[in-house]
């Protein structure tokens, strides 16, 4: 019977041999499937008088093929990959926006200033102040349609988180419930793998490393634990945390993920890394914040410059110019307050764009915390300790917090305070009537011309309104000059109106030129040469009349290449210029990085499959092994029942 025994055995050992092989190649285009290996065994041999006697063959198990490190190693990359790729995808929209020469602001930036040029070639065309106001609309357009697009973006990424956190969550699900069926098959297979089971999870956690990067932890009862973002728990067992949008503390616009476990939410966007939320959020804090508040600083730097020089022009019905570009500055700023703040009733204070040269394109947040009031630029997490506020305005970076002027600060409270974010959208025309487009300057100087001397005034400019126009404030201000107007000896001129006053000038060594301010009179400046004579006069007054007048108009275009932003090292198109820059400098970056992700990915996924995968050649040689083993087997059951009717024979006769 032993000899029966044995080869029963080796067919049952080889039928399990081909089934297992028959099983790989049926799977060997089955995602995530690992080729599996029946392991065998030898029957405990009975004890004879000579020695031990073999009873044959058995299958201790059959397992898969399986390396915790390379998978683990797909996962990681898995997760590299997607980010990346996520955040090309989305950056290359920004990208491409701002370099398009029909998109881009700049084209639209120099139509208008090249508009202005030809104004001051002709200040008094009245079609050439035309098409400044229509080059000037059409950048007011293209300021609105990029922050459309720009909001379109941030709709998109809302969007897009919202679905991958329900994909997230729907697989989270699919491995809860794996979870239960391998601890209880494995139990009832006495700790047998459950081999297509854990293949179906692994697969199962591999997708979500496509949306999250995730931690695993195999437990002593073949469960697997699931953590994200800083440890986090998803998946423990049969219970599962759940991921959810929730908009932000600050802005009701900016969707954040959170993870609820129980009855508690604990936001995670700050702890993700990897996978599709990590590249999406990302984007939205490199790119699209960015972007949004590079374009809006160059919005209120042009309409905030535009504005204090047209204010000094005068058009073309002598009155002094107003505003060219809706205001910003005060209008900009958003101010967001914390959802969870307990000031009772909520502070009240305003946020003002003080000076553009210092204006970052940062945001940043206020905080209170019972004794300091604290200002941290987000950008870098600088952060400024402040001394006045909230008694007394304050400046940061070129933003004045204003004093509080209702309400109080409670221990904890925040705001957020976006200084240019808005200010894009907010870009328009504040001109609609060519004939007041300000071209002229508002002054005008003269000689009297009685004058005997070779004297001369000229170069007259102001630096800001006060106590303009002169007609309001004094007339016309006349300088006369004298040997002794500062005293026996001391050579200068009388001032009659205006400030009043005397103004040193000595001609024998000043009279290749010398300027002069007054500085309560629109810090006019002028500049006197020559060699007046005694008795001369030299005349400033109101430019009432400046139809042909170009000055003003030759600052307004002058503006193009002044240095504005940045501390003052950069215009307004160079800050722009390092928008485009930078954006396209990351874009790159992503690109390149997206290659060498999908090497490494390519890479530790064909360890992977060298490693655990089918291979079909092996199996063909497995099955004609296995095809052999089990003909040899029946040919010692033949052997067997042979010589059982031999001796059967034997006997009878």
Partial sequence: MSILDNGVSGLLAARRGLTTAGHNISNANTPGFSRQRVDFGPRTPQAQGNGFVGKGVEVVGIRRVFDSFITEQVRSSTSGSEQIQVFQELSAQVDNLLADPDGGLSPALQDYFSSLQELSSDPSSSASRQVLLGNAESLAQRFHSMAARLGDLRTETNERLRSVVAEVNSIAQGISDLNQQIVVSQGAANGQPANDLLDQRDELVRQLSERINVRTLLQDDG?????????????????????????????????????????????????????????????????????????????????????????????????????????????????????????????????????????????????????????????????????????????????TLGAI????????????????????????????????????????????????GSGTIGGESVANTTNLPLSGSGGTITLTFSPSALGAGVPGFTVTNGPGGTLAYDPATESVGKSFTFAGYGGVSFNVSGVPQSGDSFTIGDNSNGVGDNRNALLLAGIQNTNVLTGGSSSLEEGYGQLVTEVGTLTRQAEISVAVQDTLLRQVTERREASSGVNLDEEAANLLRFQQAYQASAQVISTANQLFSDLLNAVGR
């Fill in 405 to 452: 002027t209702a309400g109080a600060f409670a221990p904890g409270d925040s705001f957020v305070i976006q200084p240019t974010r808005r200010a894009a959208r907010s870009f328009n025309l504040a001109v609609s009537d060519p004939r007041i487009i300000a071209a002229a300057a508002p002054l005008r100087t003269a000689v009297a011309i009685a004058n005997l």
């Fill in 223 to 399: 469960s697997l634990n699931i953590s994200v973002g800083s440890g986090q728990p998803l998946v423990v067992g049969t219970s599962i945390g759940i991921l959810d949008v929730v908009r932000n503390a600050f802005d009701p616009g900016r969707e954040e993920v959170a993870l609820t476990t129980g009855t508690t939410s604990v936001p995670i966007s700050d702890f993700l890394t990897g996978g599709e939320l990590a590249g999406i959020l990302d984007f939205r804090d490199q790119i699209l914040n960015v972007t949004e508040n590079s374009i809006g600083r160059v919005a209120i730097g042009l309409a905030v410059e535009v504005n204090l020089q047209h204010r000094l022009g005068v058009d073309l019905n002598g009155v002094a110019g107003g505003d060219f570009f809706q205001p910003l500055d005060s209008s900009a700023p958003n101010v967001l307050a914390n959802q969870q703040n307990m000031g009772a009733p909520p502070p009240q204070f305003t946020a003002t764009v003080s000076d553009i040269a210092a204006l970052t394109t940062s945001d940043y947040q206020l905080d209170y915390d019972g004794t300091n009031y604290t200002l941290t630029r987000l950008s870098d997490n600088n952060v400024t300790t402040l001394t006045t506020f909230p008694g007394g305005a304050e400046t940061v970076d070129g933003i």
